[in-house]
């Protein structure tokens, strides 16, 4: 907490924005405003100049005029799950909260789409899409909480990314205020449109950097009408890996691809009791979806595939129930994990496919070089790892351990061809290591970019990079 | 032909061209560069200084910095395909012309990706897939000869949207040149990578006018394992459309959905003698693939509802050549249509799928009103209509009442929430309407964009805007 209550530098932007949004949609009070100061992402924390609520779009267009004419920073904020500081907010800055924008306008089932407020939860979109015969794929581990607007600033990924990508893929259209305070839509219900440049993917992901999403207009699919469950066991390792190899070599692409490795399996074993075996290396667990049929024959010929690349047991999930308990394994590794020591540091590296197993390799002798605990569960499908640093952040000698051993995770991903963030944005944890993996000319056309859509620097400064 | 012959201004720039790249890559005579002077766009041409050929993202590099240092505009193409005068050349341009660079570079069947120059061939890349068993679904109407450069340029769409979606949904990674030489890569093969701003997504579908994509890294999907293909006849188009409508209502997205009118239907029957009724008011052709079971499923559920919504007669392939055959009463509508008079301009206007059987009616008042023959095929299931005037340019009096036209087919999709293109692109050709479209905030925003990466205004100038 740098830095100091609010004094007089904010006082006469603080007048104005209560007498733009009404008093009460105004948080100055240091109790009310600690909550904003942090996000989803261990050891990041600064209190922010006011927080305020908008209502609709006019509103955040107020507020970005107020803002600029006060030279005031803006961390757009929606339930503030980010796993990377995106919206912790930055010195003096004003947060903007979205929250109370959270209403899904309509849902045209002609046209397979759903157009919703940024602050509608994930959840309830999907709920709603349901409800209609429907599916919104997109299912980051955040989305009983989190909102669409953080998902789309962020392009949150989810299990479903192999086979049906990530929440970009859903985006059709938005509403975004840009930094001058001017509203534009971007994109349309078409599904072709090439009028223009596609303005539209530039925002998505860009972490509130660019402008501020208000309306999201999103894709929807029929929903898959069968789904089976399988949880494989493997006493190694490379065996999980081939065995993934394998599956994608026979031309099947599974709606999820998930796998937990041995310390992990055992943490989810201690925590939830569904009978997982503690002598397992790594433990895969894979849906298929689609018609029955297909749904099925995938299910089998995967079945033999775990079998036949040496899976010690496979389980098939014989009932929707039962495909919820072994679900369970996959989905409260993050909660398990979290038990052990007082913070836990997510990591959220990606790489090929093909580099997965080499990647897991990497983690273990770097966990083992540094004498850290760090156990790995993630996607395999799309290669999206989750090693996950399990420390303490008031033991000094450990953290500088932990700088070592993430310094030395991106080192590695980079060198199999990855990515230092996959699903959880570059925010404040990664923006040390994006020029490595862009390289001069990529990172300096970011630049570019954000400095002429934001040419005063106010939207969620010091994000992504430093300008 | 507006440009004079070269001449002293351009002498120095070929010169340096013509040392830089080598003097037989360099042309000038007008016998050689006419042929550059036009695309597929019926009505336009312009002569260009001179046309260079590349061979590497160095050579473009050394391109694009000669041409600054001389202010000559470059106007990047391939095979010249395209349907909105995006690649006709502006005044005293250097036509960069890419298709020497035409190698598929790597074929990666683990991660499903392929990667190749921009000059590559849609349809080897295409066959190249094929031959390890993969897919890669984009089918613009000219992949047998345009490129992958151009397509990905142009976001180019094809007859498999609806279920497949277009280019950018197979655009893993790019390399671009910039305004100023330097040479970046945008994305990578992870399928998730949220590392900065999606650059790449921008120089999807802009049309040359923010750097020269040089290289493409694509996304590839398993072959589906089978195919169904149904030919359905309709005495209305509103039963056709209310087929359309039954079908995604019952959560079917079939892969193909493409409908011909009355006019394209006499012509294609006249041109192809496949046996097309000639008294149907509208046709549509459906695919449906992937596993057999499913593909049999929907092809039957949608035999069933194109009878219940009055299809004349509903045929169902019963073998691959069969099928073969019912397709090409689609593939050939637009040559079919050529024939007829010496002008054939082809619309590409695009609205939600349920404005279509609207949008046509639309169309049909339109070409009385303006006593001209108005064909329309197109793709039924994403909204991306074909409205084909077919007309003779030296006509001046019915050019006149084509224009009219033009403008109120754009007027009533507008009308619709449609888009002014949903897979030709704005070039030349829609440049007029753009602004109307997308409302003053939006269009200064692609302004403010293209300023920012193309300071001088020499990447293909003139095309989507005048700055």
Redesign the interface.
Request: hydrophobic share 40%.
């Given at each position: 907490m740098n830095t100091p209550a609010p004094s007089a530098p904010g006082t006469a932007l603080i007048a104005a924005l209560q007498t733009s949004l009404g008093a009460d949609q105004v948080l100055t009070a240091s109790e009310d405003i600690i909550p904003y100061g942090f996000d989803g992402t261990a050891t990041l924390k600064q209190r922010p100049l006011a927080v305020v609520f908008a209502r609709n779009a006019a509103q955040v267009s107020a507020v970005l005029k107020l803002a600029r004419l006060h030279h005031a920073p803006v961390v757009t904020r929606g339930s503030g799950t980010g796993l990377s500081g995106g919206s912790v907010p930055s010195t003096a800055a004003i947060v903007l909260c979205l929250v109370k924008m959270d209403r899904i306008l309509e849902l045209?089932?002609?046209?397979?789409t759903l157009r919703a407020e940024a602050g509608a939860i994930t959840q309830t979109i999907f709920d709603a899409a349901s409800a209609a015969?429907l599916f919104y794929p997109p299912d980051p581990g955040s989305m009983k909480i989190s909102t669409i607007g953080g998902n789309v600033a962020?392009?949150s990924?989810g299990l479903r990314?192999?086979k049906y990508?990530?929440t970009?893929?859903y985006v059709m259209g938005l509403e975004v205020v840009?930094a001058d305070g001017?509203?534009?839509?971007?994109g349309?219900?078409?599904?072709?449109?090439?009028?223009?440049?596609?303005?539209r993917?530039?925002f998505?992901?860009?972490e509130g950097t660019?402008g501020v999403i208000t309306q999201v207009l999103l894709k929807l699919?029929?929903?898959p009408?069968a789904r089976q469950t399988l949880l494989a066991m493997f006493s190694r390792m490379d065996s999980a890996a081939e065995t993934v190899?394998a599956i994608?070599?026979a031309?099947?692409?599974p709606c999820t691809l998930e796998f937990l490795d041995r310390k992990t399996i055992r943490c989810v074993e201690d925590f939830t009791h569904v009978g997982l075996p503690l002598d397992a290396e790594a433990i895969l667990l894979i849906e298929t979806d689609?018609?029955p049929?297909?749904a099925t024959?995938e299910a089998l010929k995967i079945e033999d595939l775990c079998r036949l690349h040496g899976a010690t047991s496979v389980k098939r999930a014989a009932s929707a129930s039962e495909a919820a308990l072994l679900a369970t394994a996959r989905r409260s590794a993050f909660s398990a994990l979290a038990r052990l020591r007082p913070t836990t540091i997510l990591e959220d590296v990606?790489?090929?496919?093909?580099e997965l197993a080499g990647m897991i390799r990497d983690v273990e002798a770097i966990a083992l070089k540094h004498d850290l605990n760090i156990a790995t569960f993630g996607?395999f499908?799309?290669?999206?790892l989750h090693p996950t640093i399990l420390t303490d952040e008031r033991n000094t000698a450990e953290m500088h351990r932990v700088e070592l051993a993430f310094a030395d995770i991106v080192s590695a991903t980079l060198a199999r061809?990855?990515?230092?963030?996959?699903?959880?944005?570059?925010g404040l944890a990664?923006k040390p290591f994006?020029r490595r993996?862009?390289?001069d000319?990529?990172?300096?056309?970011?630049k570019?970019?954000?400095?002429?859509?934001d040419p005063d620097n106010l939207l969620n400064p010091g994000k992504?990079?430093d300008l």
């Open positions: 045209d089932t002609a046209n397979l015969g962020e392009n990924g990314g192999l990508g990530v970009r893929d840009l001017s509203i534009c839509w971007l349309s219900k078409c599904v072709k449109d090439v009028a223009g440049y596609n303005l993917d530039l998505v992901g860009s660019l699919l029929p929903q009408a190899s994608i070599a031309k099947i692409i689609g018609h049929a297909a024959d990606t790489v090929p496919r093909s996607h499908g799309d290669g999206n061809g990855g990515t230092i963030t996959g699903e959880h944005g570059v990664k994006l993996q862009l390289g000319a990529s990172y300096d056309l970011l570019l970019v954000k400095r002429s859509l992504i990079f």
